[in-house]
């Protein structure tokens, strides 16, 4: 690092200094000078950040200019911008963000397949194959969303860094949803959010409550149960959204064969849609001291810092979410050839392949958290996750195909509505009393087991009438 500043920079100097801030003293590795209007400037080499000069109440002192013997003193242009500290244009900060988005993590191994995916699909290889390298692919991306995501949330604070968490862990299944309704298949939106939703509450939930129990097996992890009841509350109403539609069809009790139904959704759709705005304000504002209630089990009282800085968290967002997307369409063209190719059910495909990938994030995000002991932190992620895919994305893509001119509905029919209707009644049960332990994360993992072999011998014909 210092040769590097040697050769690119002009009236630089590394050095170690001694930061104050909260009554707590830090030293940080910066590079100070001076910038283009020949005020004295330091920039932390740890976070690319600009930290207050020598003179600020925050820099008491430079504690090391030797850098272990190796002072790296520049040309003598005081002048010069601090831009030029790093050569190439590349800087340092940028680098240290890109070894721990690359390599931050075991399932980055997984991101050859990324480039693999993009070979097959260039070579015209198999709908099947094209399909599993897009799933491996994907996978590692959506995890490392996020992870950037939760960097992002030490700069915004916990309860707006947990509806990011929330909103980005579900942009993956936002975009496989929109590119599959402009192919118009609305049957694999309404089974791919489906099947997030089940997901989210019966195997992410799960693993949380199981692996935090058997890393705290003498005692029973608590969250606040009145965020619970509420979010409880919100899956409820956006069951009701749905089964109403799927009735009025299975009846055949509409007052206009096909419109009726639509009409219905659509309107709810827009409820929905204000639902969730008035709860993001009773969240955020009216009752944001129930979502910011502190940790009382933190037993290591560790203080956690960002490892990337803001700007460099918003840059890998994007870059993240124009891989996801590509990928995404890949994954999309290919459902239907995998389907065959491998004699599986579309619907096995969507309620249950595609979400567990689309909530890897989710997944090791409410994991990492139960096994801190943060189950508060652990439920937001995993039922706030669900709440949002129910009361937001799902209405906003009927919205969104009533722009598009496609006829996406909430008729998810009956059996799929019934599945989700008791899979949020057993979660419920599950959260009224505030605590959890290995059993009951058991006991959802074992859910969704169930769930998974039911559709997997499910026969998806929303078209047929009622007993056939």
């Not at 860094?161 to 299944?173: M, R």
Request: with cysteine.
């Amino acid at each position: 690092m210092g040769r590097e500043v040697t050769e690119a920079g002009q009236g630089i100097e590394m050095a170690i200094a001694s930061v104050h801030e909260d009554d707590k003293a830090t030293q940080e590795l910066v590079g100070y000078g001076y910038n283009e209007n020949g005020e004295h400037e330091m920039v932390s080499l740890r976070t690319g950040e600009k930290v207050p000069g020598s003179r600020s109440p925050r820099v008491k002192e430079i504690v090391s200019n030797d850098l272990d013997g190796h002072v790296e003193q520049c040309c003598s242009n005081k002048h010069h911008s601090m831009r030029q500290i790093f050569k190439n244009g590349l800087p340092q900060h940028f680098v240290t963000s890109m070894h721990e988005v690359i390599c931050g993590s075991r399932i980055c191994l997984l991101l050859v397949m990324v480039p693999v995916t993009l070979l097959a699909v260039y070579l015209k290889a198999g709908r099947g194959w094209i399909f599993l390298a897009s799933l491996l692919a994907i996978a590692p991306l959506a995890e490392r969303l996020g992870f950037v995501t939760e960097q992002l949330s030490y700069f915004t604070g916990a309860t707006v860094g947990g509806l990011l968490n929330a909103t980005f862990g579900n942009a993956t299944e936002m975009i496989i949803s929109i590119l599959a309704l402009r192919q118009n298949m609305i049957r694999v939106v309404q089974l791919s959010l489906l099947g997030s939703i089940l997901s989210n509450m019966l195997l992410v939930l799960g693993c949380a409550f199981f692996f935090g129990g058997l890393k705290h097996p003498k005692k029973e992890q608590k969250f606040t149960k009145a965020t619970a009841v509420v979010s409880s509350s919100l899956l409820l109403m956006a069951v009701m959204g749905l089964l109403f539609p799927a009735v009025l069809h299975a009846t055949h009790t509409e007052i206009h064969d096909g419109s009726s139904e639509l009409t219905l959704s659509r309107f709810s759709s827009c409820i929905m849609l204000l639902a969730y705005c008035c709860y993001l304000y009773f969240q955020l504002k009216s009752h944001r001291e129930l979502y910011d209630e502190p940790q009382e089990n933190d037993e290591e009282g560790e203080e956690e810092e960002a490892t990337i800085g803001f700007w460099d968290s918003i840059i890998w967002l994007a870059i993240l979410t124009i891989f996801i997307s590509i990928l995404s369409e890949c994954l999309v063209d290919a459902i239907q050839g995998a389907s065959e190719m491998w004699d599986v059910p579309v619907a096995f495909i969507s309620v249950i392949i595609l979400p567990i990938v689309g909530n890897a994030a989710e997944h090791a995000s409410a994991v990492m958290f139960a096994l801190k002991d943060k189950l508060d932190i652990s439920l937001g992620v995993a039922i706030g996750s669900s709440t949002q895919i129910s009361m937001f994305v799902i209405p906003f893509c009927v919205v969104i195909g009533w722009i598009m001119g496609k006829d996406m509905d909430l008729n998810f029919q009956l059996y799929e509505t019934a599945t989700l209707f008791i899979t949020v009644l057993v979660v419920a049960f599950m959260l009224q009393e505030g605590t959890s332990n290995y059993f009951k994360g058991l006991m959802l993992i074992l859910c969704y087991l169930i769930v998974g072999a039911s559709f997997y011998v499910h026969v998806d014909n929303p078209d047929s009438p009622p007993g056939n």
